[in-house]
């Protein structure tokens, strides 16, 4: 009976260390609160992004010089890609 006992207390004492320790629920909020703080970042980057293409596609469309739309078109395409890694 006694033996029981014992296992049970140190089995207590094992998940109280590792919810102390590992899952510290300070540190999950603030793991949780950054994830969220990034996310909406990385959301209001890529808007702006997503303006700044329209914009330049429009003056390429516009150009009639064919290095002037091949720059754009290529500052255009950067931005494309760095919102898909956004």
């Known amino acids: 009976m006694y033996f029981a006992t014992d296992q049970l207390a140190a089995a207590d004492n094992v998940i109280t260390r590792l919810t102390e320790g590992i899952l510290n629920w300070r540190s999950l909020l603030s793991l949780a609160v950054c994830l969220g703080l990034a996310l909406l ?3 209001i980057v890529a808007w702006l992004l997503r303006r700044v293409v329209t914009i330049i596609g429009t003056r390429a469309d516009k150009s009639q010089n064919l290095d002037t739309v091949n ?4 500052i255009e395409t950067f931005l494309v890609l760095s919102i898909a890694v956004i």
Do not use: F, H, S
């Open 41 to 43: 970042i990385g959301r």
């Open 71 to 74: 720059r754009l078109r290529r």
